[in-house]
């Protein structure tokens, strides 16, 4: 099986059980017998989807045509993962009891936001690795002292220096507590963050169980722009399975068109996603997009790096060192204009060992 193969054969498998025509392809598949599973573990690990293929395969009763020690190994991760994300919820609902009781309301976001809004139909699916949430300009600070007093005191991040063009505060831990938690006021990059941000979903917030989320619409936005925009996936032209994912079940929720059709400045990005996903996911009726000549382009280019990812590695890497150098230079002409972006680049590099990763990347 070549790379597209099993990118298709994975991608597909997760849509099995809303998509019939998906099933019969994955079922015909199996039967022939000549998967190359170590080939699928390796990419559906990488894009951390795994667990949720594992569910699609079971709920559809077609582990019979996997390998025991496969099999073993699946029902492994599985168990691990479902146990860490029992915990992630509980933990999730003990901050916003927290905050709540100080006036402060957290909006979660992302996958955290997906378990506790019931997404998935087994929350063994998704691969969660922070607790993220958002909150308005006024309670951000508040927010952070607040969770620091509770013991969130501990960064993860070697340098503990808030950038100013950070989207969120670095990440905090708590000794006794599975997760860390990620403290947004801000949901892009700092080019792009006027175009989706607090004020734009505010108004579409909804309650869950005492739990404040973003409506299905901003979800299924976020899902695509966390990594067309924050992870450079534009420029890449690749997916994220996992995102993509979330934007199919998202799709059943609200209308795929008009939910990136409401952010006008980025509905090329959004589109774009949207016509790779309608391509690995064998264009479900859910994922329509508008078809451009630049979106018949971006997709032309996502199906040639499937099919030589040889070449679409030394392309990523050309691209990896553009934007690097791009964000340095960017960064260095705001510390000349703002006095902010001086003061964080003066202690940044007081730290010896930001001097070594930096150089590390050239």
Not at 16 to 30: F, M, V
Not at 147 to 165: A, D, I, Q, R
Not at 265 to 270: K, M, P
């Amino acid at each position: 099986m070549s790379y597209k193969d099993v990118f298709y054969f994975v991608a597909m498998c997760l849509t099995i059980s809303q998509e019939k025509k998906n099933r019969q392809i994955i079922e015909a598949r199996l039967k022939q017998n000549d998967i190359d599973w170590e080939f699928v573990v390796e990419v559906s690990t990488g894009h951390y989807v795994f667990p949720a293929m594992y569910c699609a395969l079971k709920r559809e009763g077609f582990l019979t045509y996997l390998p025991q020690e496969l099999l073993n190994f699946m029902e492994y991760v599985a168990d691990t993962n479902r146990d860490r994300n029992t915990q992630i919820i509980s933990q999730a609902k003990e901050l916003n009891t927290l905050l709540l009781s100080h006036g402060i309301t957290p909006i979660f976001i992302k996958g955290t936001a997906n378990l506790l809004a019931g997404l998935y139909s087994d929350i063994t699916e998704r691969m969660v690795g922070d607790i993220d949430f958002l909150f308005s300009s006024q309670d951000y600070p508040k927010a952070i002292q607040v969770l620091k007093e509770y013991g969130y005191c501990k960064t993860v991040e070697k340098n503990e220096f808030f950038s100013p063009w950070s989207k969120h505060y670095p990440r905090l831990v708590k000794e006794d507590k599975i997760a860390a938690i990620e403290i947004h006021n801000v949901l892009l990059v700092e080019e792009y963050r006027d175009f989706f941000n607090y004020d734009f979903i505010e108004k579409n917030i909804q309650i869950v169980n005492g739990v404040s989320l973003l409506s299905f619409s901003d979800k299924l936005n976020l899902s695509i722009l966390a990594y067309q925009i924050n992870d450079d996936g534009f420029h890449y032209k690749t997916i994220s399975l996992r995102n993509a994912y979330d934007v199919f079940l998202l799709s059943k929720k609200t209308a795929a068109t008009n939910a990136v059709n409401s952010i006008t400045t980025l509905s090329h990005q959004l589109h774009c996603f949207l016509a790779a996903c309608d391509e690995v996911f064998n264009s479900p009726d859910s994922l329509t997009y508008t078809q451009t000549k630049k979106t018949k382009a971006y997709l032309k280019l996502f199906k040639e790096q499937l099919t030589n990812p040889g070449k679409a590695k030394r392309r990523h890497t050309r691209i990896k060192k553009y934007l690097y150098l791009k964000h340095v230079l960017t960064s260095l002409y705001k510390c000349i204009i703002y006095k902010k972006y001086r003061t964080w680049l003066f202690y940044y590099f007081l730290d010896l060992n930001s001097w070594k990763r930096q150089l590390k990347k050239i």
